[in-house]
């Protein structure tokens, strides 16, 4: 049997004065109380108990063996409570890992906030730019991925969006609206380089049209692998970019970017946070997690009605 619960059991009867008062509060039957301890007693090779018919007393190894014990099993309930307590408790350090582009424009425009709302909860945040994410290490780890994604972690769906084409209103008062897709051909496009390399070819798809998909010749004046580089030249009036609602939404909701082409799309994508494991999520995860999930929720929600009144 466990040879914690014989511990504990043989610690009961002392402190109980019997083994009948020992399984009561041990919510066992006396049988199973005798047995832990007469386990216990094989294990070390020696007699703990004197038993008589009407009491029970602590042999001289009895004695010395519970003085050792009492600290023992007090240590390792106060190790149990203090985990406990930082998995209830609104308080400690909360390990998130991510992207650099999400760590910039989804979780810094709602450190402010949260930390008003849960000012006890540290915030470690790392970020790093390779796909090797050591989730097992972090709280949460955000991860981007599209409609295909099939995660072989935990996670949850923090939020559905789309990649949608915009642009500054300089570039477009200069340039013009392109009204078609074919019209991209004539304009600045600034593009994220793609895993397989540079192409002429840029999809589109209908988010009207059960996302019917096209392709478009264009001729990019600036390739990159890195987002905020395009979002930063496209907010400088350098042309037309694509970049999911999430990200380009306090842009949007300030007009210095304008989405063109409504209702294309470039992608569909999903924001996940991945989880080291489903049992025992500190109570300060789920705090962050949900109020990731809201606030990001309503950043993509206001976005696109903005897009839509546009």
């Given amino acids: 049997m466990d040879r914690l619960t014989s511990i504990r059991a043989f610690q ?48 001289e190894a009895g004695e010395t063996y519970l003085e050792r014990i009492r600290q023992v099993l007090q240590d390792l309930d106060e190790a149990s409570s ?11 350090v909360l390990r998130v890992l ?11 425009p709602l450190v402010a906030g ?30 981007g991925a599209n409609n295909t994604f099939d995660a072989n972690v935990i996670a949850r769906k923090v939020v559905s969006s789309e990649a949608i084409l915009l642009a500054a209103p ?8 392109p009204r078609t897709p074919d019209e991209l051909a004539r304009h600045d496009c ?4 793609p895993l397989a390399g540079r192409s002429s070819r840029w999809r589109l798809l209908n988010a009207d ?8 010749d264009v001729q990019p004046v600036v390739w990159a692998n890195h987002t905020d580089t395009l979002m930063g030249a496209a907010l400088d009036g350098a042309g037309i970019t694509s970049t999911t609602v999430e990200l380009a939404a306090p842009y949007l909701a300030n007009g210095q970017l304008v989405r063109v082409l409504s209702p294309w799309i470039t ?19 789920q705090v962050f997690l949900d109020y990731l999930m809201t606030q990001t929720r309503l950043r993509v929600s206001e976005a696109m009605a903005a897009t839509r009144q546009a």
């Fill in 12 to 59: 009961k009867v002392v402190d109980e004065g019997g083994f009948a008062a020992a399984s009561r509060a041990l919510n066992l039957s006396p049988a199973v109380v005798t047995r832990l301890v007469a386990d216990l007693e094989d294990h070390l090779g020696a007699r703990l108990l004197h038993r008589t018919t009407r009491r029970v007393s602590l042999t």
């Fill in 98 to 108: 991510s992207y650099p582009v999400l760590a910039t424009h989804v979780i810094a």
């Fill in 114 to 143: 949260f930390r008003r709302a849960y000012p006890k909860i540290t915030l470690d945040l790392e970020v790093i730019s390779h796909n090797q994410f050591p989730i097992e290490d972090f709280d949460i780890t955000l991860l």
């Fill in 82 to 92: 203090m985990v406990s307590s930082q998995t209830r408790e609104l308080a400690g």
């Fill in 190 to 193: 600034l593009r994220l380089r």
């Fill in 170 to 177: 300089s570039y477009l008062k200069a340039h013009g609206v």
């Fill in 209 to 216: 049209e059960g996302d019917r998909a096209i392709e478009v």
């Fill in 267 to 285: 992608d569909r994508l999903n924001l996940y946070a991945a989880l080291p494991s489903r049992k025992f999520i500190p109570q300060r995860t």
